[in-house]
């Protein structure tokens, strides 16, 4: 089955700057991936999708990259605030039927 | 309501007793899915259900587990026999299959159960 591989470890940068956090996985690349946010004790919140033949889609302060040859994708925020601090999902979906999510990345942005 | 509702938020109970967890998802949504999220993980599918097709019952961890969703709205997943190791947040998310369609999925807020 598929693996989705996001660092477990917390990310912590300082207001203003770019955050990037990666999402690696590993069986056939997916029509589809989705970034979604989640707060404690909130369920998820969808972000942004990405479809195979695209490289990058942008909306407002996130951008995220696929990137099927390295079975990789980036997720960015600039002009990071503390209101972004939150755990980060990656999701992976073939045909809408199912979807795969990585175990999130905590991103800590200090004022 | 405008979004998708679990209930309870919070159970409690004792090893070996059945429990129920229900989910009122968006109205008109036809898609519909179960999801696991154990401290520190990510989230496990369980079951997906699609307007009046068979559901994908391949994430369920057992057979202790068991999920149904009537009339195309309302679904019920049942743990029977708790054990310790279904301690969780279940979280339930549904979705419109439309035009342009991103596959955004609409998260309640989860029940968190505890298996004493």
């Known amino acids: 089955s598929q693996k989705i591989e996001q660092n477990s470890e917390a990310l912590n940068i300082q207001e203003g700057k770019t955050a990037t956090l990666t999402c690696n996985y590993t069986?056939?690349?997916?029509?589809?991936l989705q970034w979604y946010r989640q707060d404690p004790g909130r369920g998820p919140v969808f972000l942004l999708l990405?479809?195979?033949?695209?490289k990058e889609k942008r909306k407002e302060r996130l951008k995220v990259t696929f990137d099927t040859t390295l079975k990789q994708s980036l997720f960015h925020i600039t002009a990071s605030q503390p209101a972004d601090s939150a755990t980060y999902l990656c999701?992976?979906?073939?045909?809408?039927?199912?979807?795969?999510f990585g175990s999130g990345t905590k991103l800590n942005v200090k004022p | 309501g405008a979004g998708v509702s679990q209930s309870p938020s919070n159970k409690v109970t004792e090893k070996g007793k059945d429990v129920e967890l229900r989910c009122d998802p968006i109205?008109?949504?036809?898609?519909l899915y179960w999801y696991r999220q154990s401290l520190g993980q990510g989230l496990e599918f369980l079951i997906y259900?699609?307007?009046?097709?068979?559901?994908?019952k391949s994430g369920l961890p057992s057979d202790r587990f068991s999920a149904e969703r009537t009339g195309g709205s309302v679904s019920t997943l049942t743990i029977q026999r708790t054990q310790q190791e279904d301690s969780a947040v279940y979280l339930c998310?549904?979705?419109?299959?439309?035009?342009?369609?991103?596959?955004?999925?609409?998260f309640g807020e989860g029940s968190r159960l505890t298996v004493l």
């Open positions: 998310a549904s979705s419109a299959l439309a035009g342009g369609y991103t596959g955004e999925l609409f």
């Open positions: 069986n056939y690349s997916p029509a589809y």
């Open positions: 990405i479809r195979e033949n695209e």
């Open positions: 999701a992976l979906t073939y045909n809408f039927n199912k979807f795969y």
């Open positions: 109205s008109g949504h036809t898609a």
């Open positions: 259900f699609q307007g009046n097709s068979a559901p994908d």
